[in-house]
């Protein structure tokens, strides 16, 4: 709750002595410690400390290779969360290779239409805008988009974004009738 709050001091104090109380009961590679250290690196990331975001992802990930099979959605959700903070930090090239291993595995571990992977191409494009890569940005927003369009219903605010973040690309390469129209 304080998380949710924007009460990060807090939410931080609450997380860490779960984790250390998890450290206690379960074994040194137990999914919930994992959970304990992602929940950590949010909380990291929201408050603009990244390189102590990256480290607690990063952790997280660890144990998850550990107790998870290599496709498991989690895994993908804990490199979209590195992918999260190098985006953050500037780093858009480690940004990208993180989200695009996030995307290898939830092609294998979800439909092709599901909504997570619209999320990984709507995160990929972000970075392509970011690195000034409009083509490759455009292409991934419209990935992202056709999934949602059959995912999603007509008036999900989802497609607003989706449909936004093809406009900021236009916008940036200057086709400001496209991007209007978006």
């Known amino acids: 709750m304080y998380d949710n709050m924007g009460e990060y001091s807090k939410a931080l104090s609450s997380y860490e002595r779960s984790l250390e109380i998890l450290k206690t009961a379960l074994p040194p590679n137990h999914p919930d410690l994992a959970s304990s250290y992602n929940n950590i690196g949010n909380v990291y990331n929201n408050t603009g400390e990244y390189s102590k975001a990256l480290s607690s992802h990063e952790r997280s990930l660890e144990i998850l290779k550990i107790a998870l099979p290599p496709n498991h959605p989690d895994l993908a959700a804990s490199y979209n969360n590195i992918g999260l903070v190098y985006n953050k930090m500037g780093e858009y090239s480690k940004a990208l290779s993180s989200y695009e291993r996030s995307l ?58 989706s449909y936004n973040n093809i406009g900021l690309v236009y916008n940036k390469m200057g086709e400001y009738s496209k991007a209007l129209s978006s």
Do not use: Q, T
């Open 104 to 161: 290898e595995i939830k092609k294998i571990a979800f439909p092709p239409n599901h909504p997570d992977l619209a999320s990984s191409y709507n995160n990929i494009g972000i970075v392509y805008n970011n690195m000034g890569e409009c083509s490759k940005a455009l292409s991934s927003h419209e990935r992202s988009l056709e999934i949602l369009k059959i995912a999603l219903p007509p008036n999900h605010p989802d497609l607003a974004a």
